[in-house]
């Protein structure tokens, strides 16, 4: 009996063993098809939302999170902005919509956690899952825009490119739309820069689709999500590649890739409908911007109210009952929605987070380029939210994850007994 009980022991813990492999390689299929489907938003909530929300439950019990300190700093920042905001909802006229307005601002930031603590747990292969789902979905959204733009199916136009000739994809709005693919670009161009044209295979094929999808979704902010994303990116592995060597194989593929760019634009430009809308959505000042009633007077109104009232109005109060508009732009927004307390704190979040990106690129000199693709992608979401609202684009709050789980593992000692797992 005693020479059985040992071959027992092995052979039930193997059988454990066994399952939980098999649990793991199916919470990260979960995990990668929550990202995959994030670019299919016809309605709100969407069906990557009912995944992610399993995801946020999923993820610490099969145990493939980490939370560290850092982690809970992070949840606490974020917490402390959805308090903000909740008690301004006590200054509203009407509760319901800035409640729901807030609670999901508090499921995309749990989130965001979860997925940083994901990032954590083994940060090059979970980033890689994250983006590889990510331009899965960034291609579809793009391949249905054309199909639509283009009507190459009975009934698609109306489906994926009906707002006046712009391309929205699987998306509700084509500005949405502009900014989700600028992530994934940045992470196809930087494959391309580091592999090379030779072996860069499916990039080379993404790369234009997504920056001709980028252009036709004609959204202003997104084109100066994009041009602040490349000229950053350009800059951040300029300055940390390893060897002058690098430096000037950058140099020469950013030549090469703005000549593309320039020849897609000019043959996107030779279709008169898509050279008349560009003239339109070129001007930096739109009627709705300057007008009297404007984008640019309801900001001014919203500074004021933002000084008057330090615990803010609650969310969307302000186009209810004070302007007919929302203020178009995050920042101010923020005040607005969650007073001094949640303004000022999402400002330090966002802040905080250009940090941890930029620290991470320093880190990473001569790595694999994801640190400045994932710095350069948020500094554009940055600018973009001077412009527009992006406190709840789902992108944003992934990107932010991947950035706080990156640099959070940098800071943070393995345990010596944990297994590490290989990449997907």
């Not at 186009?319 to 920042?331: N, T």
């Not at 950035?403 to 990449?423: C, E, H, M, Q, S």
Request: glycine share 10%; aromatic share 10%.
């Amino acid at each position: 009996m005693s020479a059985y009980a040992p071959t027992q022991i092995d052979f039930l813990a193997g059988d454990r063993r066994g399952i939980g492999i098999g649990v793991t390689r199916l919470a990260l299929a979960y995990v990668w098809l929550t990202i995959a489907l994030s670019g299919v938003v016809f309605s709100e909530p969407a069906l990557c939302d009912a995944l992610m929300v399993g995801a946020i439950v999923l993820l610490p019990v099969v145990g493939l999170t980490r939370f560290t300190p850092g982690i809970a700093f992070y949840l606490m920042l974020w917490a402390l902005i959805v308090a903000g905001g909740y008690i301004a909802v006590t200054q509203a006229g009407e509760i319901e919509v800035p409640i729901k307005h807030m609670s999901i601002t508090l499921y995309l930031a749990l989130s965001s956690v979860v997925m940083a603590a994901f990032v954590l747990q083994s940060p090059g292969p979970n980033i890689r899952l994250i983006m590889s789902a990510y331009l899965v979905a960034a291609m579809v959204a793009a391949i249905a825009g054309f199909i639509g733009y283009f009507s190459l199916v009975p009934g698609a136009h109306d489906l994926f490119a009906p707002e006046f000739g712009r391309v929205r994809g699987t998306f509700k709005d084509p500005n949405v739309l502009g900014a989700f693919l600028v992530p994934p670009l940045l992470y196809v161009l930087n494959s391309i820069v580091r592999a090379g044209v030779l072996r860069s295979g499916f990039a080379l094929l993404a790369a234009p689709i997504l920056l001709l999808a980028s252009l036709l979704a004609f959204s202003r902010g997104a084109w100066v999500n994009l041009a602040v994303a490349l000229v950053v990116y350009a800059y951040l592995a300029f300055a940390s590649a390893a060897s002058h060597r690098q430096r000037l194989q950058l140099i020469i593929y950013v030549t090469v890739g703005v000549l593309v760019a320039l020849g897609i634009l000019a043959a996107a430009l030779s279709v008169p409908s898509i050279a008349e809308l560009m003239h339109m959505r070129a001007s930096l000042e739109q009627p709705y911007d300057v007008a009297q009633g404007g984008r640019f007077v309801g900001q001014a109104q919203a500074l004021g109210l933002v000084i008057t009232h330090p615990i803010g109005l609650g969310a969307l109060e302000f186009a209810r009952a004070y302007y007919d508009q929302d203020a178009h732009e995050v920042y101010l927004s923020m005040f607005l929605n969650a007073g001094w307390l949640g303004g000022t704190l999402y400002i330090a979040v966002v802040l905080l987070t250009i940090g941890l990106g930029f620290r991470q690129v320093v880190r990473d000199r001569g790595g694999d380029g994801v640190s400045a693709v994932l710095a350069a992608a948020f500094i554009g979401m940055v600018i973009e939210g001077a412009i527009v609202d992006t406190d709840h684009w789902r992108h944003f709050y992934l990107i932010m994850a991947m950035i706080w789980g990156l640099a959070l593992a940098a800071n943070t000692p393995r345990d010596p007994g944990r297994v590490k797992r290989r990449a997907p």
